[in-house]
Nanobody, 120 residues
Framework: QVQLVESGGGLVQAGGSLRLSCAAS????????MGWFRQAPGKEREFVAA????????MYADSVKGRFTISRDNTKNTVYLQMNSLKPEDTAVYYC?????????????WGQGTQVTVSS
């Protein structure tokens, strides 16, 4: 089993930046692809980004492409989401999960989420 704990969320003004972290423990982390999802109030959870276990492949939702960067450090069992040029519509609870897909049904082991609020 893998335990995931997100951190780094907070309140930021539009145009600002935040870096989210997802620390993993339990079963081997380095052989799992990892992804980030988000859920805004009243909306369904949506895919944000994912990265393979080696970091060699990444994919992004069109809405964040060019602004967000996913990365990982397997020596620290941590995956990151660097978010730049934040917009009010990026406001959501952000979750990390283990898997490789744009569909949340393909993921297992979810974190508890971290709130990101972008003010205009």
């Amino acid at each position: 089993q893998v335990q995931l704990v997100e951190s780094g969320g907070g309140l930021v003004q539009a145009g600002g930046s935040l870096r989210l972290s997802c620390a993993a423990s339990g079963r081997t982390f380095s052989n799992r692809a990892m992804g980030w999802f988000r859920q805004a109030p009243g909306k369904e959870r949506e895919f944000v980004a994912a990265i393979t276990w080696s970091g060699g492949s990444r994919m992004y939702a069109d809405s964040v492409k060019g602004r967000f960067t996913i990365s990982r450090d397997n020596t620290k069992n941590t995956v990151y989401l660097q978010m730049n040029s934040l917009k009010p519509e990026d406001t959501a609870v952000y979750y990390c999960a283990a898997g490789w897909s744009t569909s949340e049904s393909k993921y297992d082991y979810w974190g508890q989420g971290t709130q990101v609020t972008v003010s205009s």
